[in-house]
């Protein structure tokens, strides 16, 4: 009697794979002399067909099931293959059952077709199958370090379901980028350089508070003791004041991380000098001004300089005009001179202020008012002078906004009085305040990138009052290190003059910009793996070092970063990790092994190649006849002419 074998399916990482039984003609298989050798006696005829005596044959339908072939992975969907009993053949019509099949075509279990797998994951298809040597990318959170799926169109958002609940960024395989894993970007906890105007010790006592986000629309300001405005209700750190030699108090004003968005404004102001210290990055989307306010007419006093400004300035104040004169008042300096103030009726202008002895960044100290005019008519005030301001980071400074510590304008006069004046108002008007100088930013930090405006300039010199015909012209502050403040003009004559009686305000001069970057940096990129992963030459990111951190188990040493074992090669991620591709083509048995007598027990080499049982538990109430893949002892069947397609032994 022979027997025929079930239909069996097998499951394939992701891919539902059935395992058909072929029909192979006789003696066509090449290498199987054994199996071909007994397509004699009565000839076959098709396995399927009604056959004389079929219905006295008992059926076999043994289950052979648990063979394992590929790299399968852990997160394997499982498939379920529909069962189904082979055909049974009988003998032939004369009831000869020596020959092992009837007529022209023998029963083989084959191997299966092309199939293409992923170790880890699946493809963008339902269920994670692969329909070609695809990508492979995780489908369920439970496939990631950092326990995150991320699903990203064309990718994977065919095969995620609700299996996947991260957010981006992700890794090469669709993993979030989150501790533990790899982190996006680098972070800089602490300070690796002292900054500039601190001690090593006074770092050391500040608590940073954090991190900072100031993305409310409108205008943050702090006085110099308290803060108000648009805080978004956050806590904002309080000052840690520190005493400068031979400049003004140091406010410390320290951040865990700080950002202000688009759309918003710091405002800073009072007596002290201020320094932002950022333990980590900062952002400047919006901006940040230290600005000294313009002058005043009818006023003595000048208008409010910056935080930090107007300390020891001496011979740096912009000079007055003269007393009962109608001149404008001399420009402030600071890193450069600033312009002399116009001469007006009656005698001369203010002096120019003049240029700092040395720097101003250190002592942190901001820039000088300028002059107040002649007191004909009326005094009118200069401007004050821009603020002092430090931005120190641990991390990455961006600043895509606006940060300014500029001089003020000088006041314009809006007053004249009754005189000789041979114009057509018959009178004279008062002169004009000089611009304060710019004052001091200092920017330091391992990173720091400026697309946004920086300034540190002049405050331009007041006019005579503008309803007057009788009036000179302010001069333009200084915007570059290379400039002084203009002069003011006005009259050059002593007593009753031409239209341009009343002089006008010099413009302050430039202040001082300091750029460090690229100071030592202390940048870490957190995580739970061990060891920890590194970061980017550039701070731009971080980088695996190891295979534990990345989850397709392969780190890429493209950088030669790594400090554990890092077996990945060829493309790789943003991080380094070896990119997933789908394993390549698997041919399989769901029992037993392919009968490739070439390499007898090896994996199948092709499709279409008959799998033969490899022991006798294969073969349900008979016995597998011993062949080259067969174990010693495994297969006891003995005649190799009485073999079905499986190669086990035919019961007689």
Request: net charge negative; with cysteine; charged share 10%.
């Amino acid at each position: 009697m022979k027997g025929a074998r079930a239909l069996r399916t097998a499951s394939l990482a992701g891919v539902c794979v059935a395992m058909v039984a072929g029909a192979s003609a006789c003696a066509s298989i090449a290498g199987l002399g054994d199996y071909s050798s007994g397509c004699g006696g009565g000839g076959c005829v098709d396995a399927a067909s009604d056959h004389p005596g079929a219905e006295d044959a008992p059926a076999d339908t043994a289950s052979r099931e648990g063979a394992s072939f590929g790299d399968t992975g852990p997160e394997d969907v499982a498939s379920s293959g529909a069962s189904e009993s082979d055909a049974v053949a009988s003998g032939d019509a004369s009831g000869d059952d020596a020959a092992p099949c009837d007529g022209t075509s023998c029963s083989a279990h084959t191997s299966v077709t092309t199939t293409w797998t992923c170790a880890k994951g699946g493809c963008d298809h339902a269920g994670g199958v692969c329909g070609s040597a695809e990508g492979c990318y995780c489908t369920a959170d439970s496939q990631c370090p950092s326990g995150k799926c991320v699903v990203a169109a064309g990718r994977n958002d065919g095969s995620c379901g609700s299996g996947c609940t991260g957010a981006s960024p992700a890794d090469g395989f669709q993993c979030a980028l989150a501790s533990p894993g790899i982190p996006a970007a680098c972070t800089g906890a602490t300070f690796a350089y002292t900054p500039a105007n601190l001690s090593a010790s006074q770092l050391g006592a500040l608590s940073p508070v954090g991190p900072v986000d100031l993305s409310c629309a409108g205008t943050v300001t702090y006085d110099g003791s308290k803060w108000g405005g648009a805080t978004c209700s956050q806590t904002l750190p309080s000052p840690h004041s520190i005493t400068q030699s031979g400049g003004p108090t140091l406010d410390v004003l320290a951040f865990r991380s700080l950002a202000i968005g688009s759309g918003v404004t710091l405002q800073l102001s009072g007596p002290h000098a201020i320094l932002i210290a950022v333990f980590g990055d900062a952002t400047v989307a919006g901006a940040i001004h230290a600005d000294g306010s313009a002058g005043a007419s009818n006023s003595n006093n000048a208008g409010a300089s910056g935080p930090g400004g107007d300390s020891a300035c001496g011979n740096s104040t912009g000079g007055a005009g003269g007393s009962s004169h109608t001149s404008g008042g001399g420009g402030g300096g600071a890193q450069t001179r600033g312009g002399a103030g116009a001469d007006g009726v009656g005698g001369n202008g203010g002096a120019a202020g003049t240029a700092f002895s040395s720097s101003g960044t250190t002592p942190l100290r901001g820039g000088c008012p300028g002059g107040a005019s002649g007191d004909w008519a009326c005094t009118t005030s200069g401007g004050g002078g821009g603020g002092a301001l430090q931005i120190s980071v641990a991390g990455t400074l961006t600043i895509t906004g606006a940060v300014s510590a500029n001089g003020g304008a000088g006041g314009t006069s809006s007053c004249a009085s009754a005189g000789c004046a041979p114009g057509p108002n018959n009178t004279y008007g008062g002169g004009a305040g000089g611009g304060g100088s710019g004052g001091t930013i200092v920017l330091e930090g391992p990173w720091v990138t400026m697309s946004g405006a920086v300034t540190v300039n002049g405050g331009g010199g007041g006019n005579p009052d503008p309803a007057l015909k009788e009036m000179g012209k302010g001069g333009a502050g200084a915007i570059s290190a290379s400039q002084s403040g203009a002069p003011g003009t006005g009259s050059a004559s002593g007593l009753c003059g031409s239209d341009d009686e009343s002089g006008a305000g010099g413009g302050g001069g430039y202040g001082y910009l300091g750029v460090s970057s690229g100071k030592t940096g202390n940048y870490s990129c957190t995580t739970s793996l061990l060891p920890a992963p590194v970061c980017k030459a550039d701070k731009s990111g971080c980088l695996c070092v190891a295979d534990s951190d990345c989850a397709t188990g392969r780190c890429v040493n493209a950088d030669s970063q790594c400090s554990g074992t890092c077996t990945g090669t060829g493309a790789a991620d943003a991080v380094d990790c070896a990119s997933a591709v789908a394993s390549p083509a698997t041919f399989g048995c769901d029992e037993g092994i392919c009968s490739d007598v070439a390499s007898p027990g090896a994996a199948c080499t092709a499709a279409g190649v008959p799998c033969w049982c490899t022991s006798d538990a294969n073969c349900p109430g008979t016995a597998c006849v011993a062949w080259s893949g067969c174990v010693a002892g495994a297969c006891t069947g003995t005649g190799s002419g009485n073999v079905d397609s499986f190669h086990c032994a035919l019961p007689r």
